[in-house]
């Protein structure tokens, strides 16, 4: 049999860092088992469902490259498919109407209460006759009432729950439309779904769902439920942990790849190994070897995963990304080097592609100060001498190469008769307009011959005023 797996948000916010897990151990199910990945979409919610955050949860999963076979399905386009098999339920027995008022309903509850007694609806109108009438009712699903629910968890273990425990469960409401529980069923059995990997927060859900299955006469998927992901504080993830949406994480400068290897391992392991592409997590996912115990989340260790896929993944590939947060930060890339040429060279002292923008700009851009430390320390009276070499030096050369500036670097301190540092520290605030860089061969041949040439002019003229003020 096919594994076919399924990932089903409700559109009510943003996809979140757990949706995109549980996504993510549903996709590795699939691909792992050469099976297909089902996206389906759960508004029923009308009143919380919105397109925003509909388009928001595909966007999330096609920046995470989490591609899915089928879909995107809609629950509100099948509600033809729901009242069908509604109706043969009503005609089998397996569901009935409930007349029941919502005053009776509370009163029973509060009833319930005061004797400290688990709060289920007392079947009223379970064995009652259909009425004739135009008053209002629910439609319920007649549970066993006998026996209880098995299923073998991949995360949790063998769960078994009472049917006494189970109450029969809404399956639509007064206006006709029909309730998420049953939804899930119907979806799941037309869609074939072999294996269901959902939050530990549906556990409950998943009794009541094996029996609409059995009643339906319908296969039984296999489940397993994920535990939470806690803040580095132990409290459930929330916006006071940081980002928690994520597309977040894309404007907060992570790669794609860093966010999947992070998630995969906030609860899912293989030995002692770190670092997976996507390729090894396909090769090692095993749903049985999830943690059972939830996770807590570490935004130092994102960081250094980040750190990690910006220096070792191919520069074009990073610079894709990367151009994004060009754009985000207003950086005119029109006139300059390639990006991808300053993936390598930068990616050593970035941990985020908002700090990768960030150290490009004066590529790019021309500065209208120098750093005012950089200066003070750098463009000193004694830095003159060999700007002006250097310029000479810059001005010869036939070729405008790495090797060639290199040279013409250590000739300067060679002819001075001073260390490399003193002639490249000022070049290379003459050039970048600050005190860090790249190697200064590296950083002057990227940054282009004109603009060099006008900076080191500048400097020049920088330490000639401070010299005579």
Same mark, same amino acid.
């Given at each position: 049999?096919?594994?076919?797996?399924?990932?089903?948000?409700?559109?009510?916010?943003?996809?979140? +860092?757990?949706?995109?897990?549980?996504?993510?151990?549903?996709?590795?199910?699939?691909?792992? %088992?050469?099976?297909?990945?089902?996206?389906?979409?759960?508004?029923?919610? #009308?009143?919380?469902?919105?397109?925003?955050?509909?388009?928001? /949860? #595909?966007?999330?999963?096609?920046?995470?490259?989490?591609?899915?076979?089928?879909?995107?399905?809609?629950?509100?386009?099948?509600?033809?498919?729901?009242?069908?098999?509604?109706?043969?339920?009503?005609?089998?027995?397996?569901?009935?109407?409930?007349?029941?008022?919502?005053?009776?309903?509370?009163?029973?509850?509060?009833?319930?209460?005061?004797?400290?007694?688990?709060?289920?609806?007392?079947?009223?109108?379970?064995?009652?006759?259909?009425?004739?009438?135009?008053?209002?009712?629910? /439609?319920?699903?007649?549970? !066993?009432?006998?026996?209880?629910?098995?299923? $073998?968890?991949?995360?949790?273990?063998?769960?078994?729950?009472?049917?006494?425990?189970?109450?029969?469960?809404?399956?639509?409401?007064?206006?006709? @439309?029909? @309730?998420?529980?049953?939804?899930? +069923?119907?979806?799941?059995?037309?869609?074939?779904?072999?294996?269901?990997?959902?939050?530990? $927060?549906?556990?409950?859900?998943?009794?009541?769902?094996?029996?609409?299955?059995?009643?339906?006469?319908?296969? /039984? !998927?296999?489940?397993?439920?994920?535990?939470?992901?806690?803040?580095?504080?132990?409290?459930?993830?929330?916006?006071?942990?940081?980002? *928690?949406?994520?597309?977040?994480?894309?404007?907060?400068?992570?790669?794609?790849?860093?966010?999947?290897?992070?998630? *995969?391992?906030?609860?899912?392991?293989?030995?002692?190994?770190? +670092?997976?592409?996507?390729?090894?997590?396909?090769?090692?996912?095993?749903?049985?070897?999830? %943690?059972?115990?939830?996770?807590?989340?570490?935004?130092?260790?994102?960081?250094?995963?980040?750190?990690?896929?910006?220096?070792?993944?191919?520069?074009?590939?990073?610079?894709?990304?990367?151009?994004?947060?060009?754009?985000?930060?207003?950086?005119?890339?029109?006139?300059? !080097?390639?990006?991808?040429?300053?993936?390598?060279?930068?990616?050593?002292?970035?941990?985020?592609?908002?700090?990768?923008?960030?150290?490009?700009?004066?590529?790019?851009?021309?500065?209208?100060?120098?750093?005012?430390?950089?200066?003070?320390?750098?463009?000193?009276?004694?830095?003159?001498?060999?700007?002006?070499?250097?310029?000479?030096?810059?001005?010869?050369?036939?070729?405008?190469?790495?090797?060639?500036?290199?040279?013409?670097?250590?000739?300067?301190?060679?002819?001075?008769?001073?260390?490399?540092?003193?002639?490249?520290?000022?070049?290379? *605030?003459?050039?970048?307009?600050?005190?860090?860089?790249?190697?200064? $061969?590296? @950083?002057?041949?990227?940054?282009?011959?004109?603009?060099?040439?006008?900076?080191?002019?500048?400097?020049?003229?920088?330490?000639?005023?401070?010299?005579?003020?």
């Amino acid at each position: 049999m096919t594994v076919k797996t399924r990932f089903a948000p409700s559109p009510t916010g943003f996809l979140h +860092v757990g949706g995109a897990r549980t996504a993510l151990y549903s996709w590795l199910q699939a691909r792992a %088992n050469n099976g297909e990945f089902v996206l389906r979409i759960e508004d029923t919610d #009308l009143e919380r469902s919105t397109q925003e955050a509909c388009d928001a /949860i #595909l966007e999330g999963m096609e920046w995470l490259g989490l591609n899915w076979d089928e879909g995107p399905y809609y629950q509100t386009k099948r509600f033809d498919r729901y009242n069908e098999v509604i109706d043969r339920m009503l005609a089998e027995g397996t569901a009935y109407k409930c007349y029941c008022s919502r005053e009776r309903i509370e009163a029973l509850r509060e009833e319930q209460a005061a004797k400290g007694e688990r709060m289920k609806y007392d079947g009223c109108c379970r064995d009652q006759a259909p009425r004739d009438t135009d008053e209002p009712f629910v /439609i319920r699903f007649k549970n !066993p009432t006998e026996g209880s629910v098995v299923f $073998d968890d991949h995360v949790r273990g063998r769960i078994e729950i009472g049917n006494a425990e189970l109450d029969d469960l809404i399956i639509a409401r007064t206006e006709g @439309t029909p @309730t998420y529980n049953f939804c899930v +069923v119907v979806d799941d059995w037309d869609m074939g779904i072999t294996c269901v990997v959902r939050g530990e $927060d549906h556990i409950n859900n998943t009794p009541r769902q094996i029996n609409i299955l059995k009643a339906l006469g319908a296969p /039984i !998927p296999e489940y397993a439920h994920v535990a939470m992901i806690l803040g580095d504080d132990g409290a459930k993830l929330s916006k006071r942990h940081g980002a *928690v949406s994520v597309m977040q994480y894309r404007d907060d400068g992570y790669l794609p790849e860093a966010l999947l290897n992070y998630l *995969v391992r906030l609860g899912w392991s293989h030995g002692d190994q770190e +670092v997976f592409s996507i390729d090894e997590m396909k090769q090692y996912f095993k749903l049985d070897d999830i %943690n059972k115990a939830a996770s807590a989340f570490n935004t130092e260790k994102l960081i250094w995963l980040n750190q990690h896929y910006i220096k070792t993944l191919d520069p074009e590939y990073v610079a894709s990304h990367l151009e994004w947060h060009m754009h985000d930060q207003n950086i005119d890339m029109s006139n300059g !080097p390639k990006l991808a040429e300053l993936v390598p060279v930068l990616s050593e002292r970035a941990k985020t592609l908002k700090d990768l923008a960030a150290s490009t700009r004066y590529f790019y851009e021309d500065f209208t100060e120098f750093d005012e430390a950089a200066a003070k320390k750098h463009l000193r009276g004694v830095a003159l001498e060999p700007l002006q070499l250097i310029q000479k030096k810059f001005a010869e050369l036939a070729s405008w190469d790495q090797a060639s500036l290199h040279q013409a670097i250590e000739d300067t301190a060679a002819e001075l008769e001073v260390g490399m540092g003193k002639v490249g520290m000022p070049l290379r *605030v003459a050039i970048t307009g600050a005190g860090q860089s790249p190697g200064v $061969d590296v @950083t002057a041949l990227l940054i282009g011959r004109t603009r060099c040439e006008q900076r080191i002019a500048k400097a020049i003229e920088f330490v000639a005023n401070r010299i005579n003020s």
